[in-house]
C-alpha cells in the first residue's frame, strides 16, 4: 500500500553543542580556536595515514592543510594580540 501523506519534517535542534561567553577575551578565545583547529588538524591527519591509498582521500588531505592554515593565522594573531602589535582592520 502507498503511503498519501509524507513523513513531518523532524524537528530542527534548537540548542547548540556549545555556548560562547560574550565576556571572554579575544586572546582566550583565539586560544581556544587554535586548540580546536589544531585537534581537527591531528584528526584529518591520522585519518589521511590510517587510510593512505583509497579513493577520495585527496578531499580530506586538502581539508587537513586549510584547516592547518587557519591554525597557524591563529597563533599568529593571537601572538599579535599578545605583543601588543595588533592593528585595527576596519
Not at 534548537?14 to 584528526?43: G, K, N, Q, W
Not at 591527519?45 to 579513493?55: I, N, S, T, V
Given at each position: 500500500m502507498k503511503k498519501i501523506v509524507p513523513d513531518p519534517p523532524r524537528p530542527l535542534i534548537t540548542t547548540?553543542?556549545?555556548t560562547i561567553h560574550s565576556d571572554i577575551s579575544p586572546t582566550d578565545a583565539m586560544a581556544h580556536a587554535c586548540e580546536l583547529l589544531r585537534v581537527?588538524?591531528?584528526t584529518l591527519d591520522e585519518h589521511c595515514r590510517a587510510h593512505?591509498?583509497?579513493?577520495?582521500l585527496n578531499l580530506l588531505?586538502?581539508?587537513a592543510h586549510a584547516t592547518d592554515s587557519?591554525?597557524?593565522l591563529v597563533e599568529h594573531a593571537k601572538r599579535r594580540m599578545k605583543d601588543?602589535?595588533?592593528?585595527?582592520?576596519?
Amino acid at each position: 500500500m502507498k503511503k498519501i501523506v509524507p513523513d513531518p519534517p523532524r524537528p530542527l535542534i534548537t540548542t547548540p553543542y556549545f555556548t560562547i561567553h560574550s565576556d571572554i577575551s579575544p586572546t582566550d578565545a583565539m586560544a581556544h580556536a587554535c586548540e580546536l583547529l589544531r585537534v581537527a588538524v591531528d584528526t584529518l591527519d591520522e585519518h589521511c595515514r590510517a587510510h593512505a591509498g583509497e579513493p577520495g582521500l585527496n578531499l580530506l588531505t586538502n581539508a587537513a592543510h586549510a584547516t592547518d592554515s587557519a591554525r597557524v593565522l591563529v597563533e599568529h594573531a593571537k601572538r599579535r594580540m599578545k605583543d601588543g602589535q595588533a592593528e585595527e582592520v576596519l
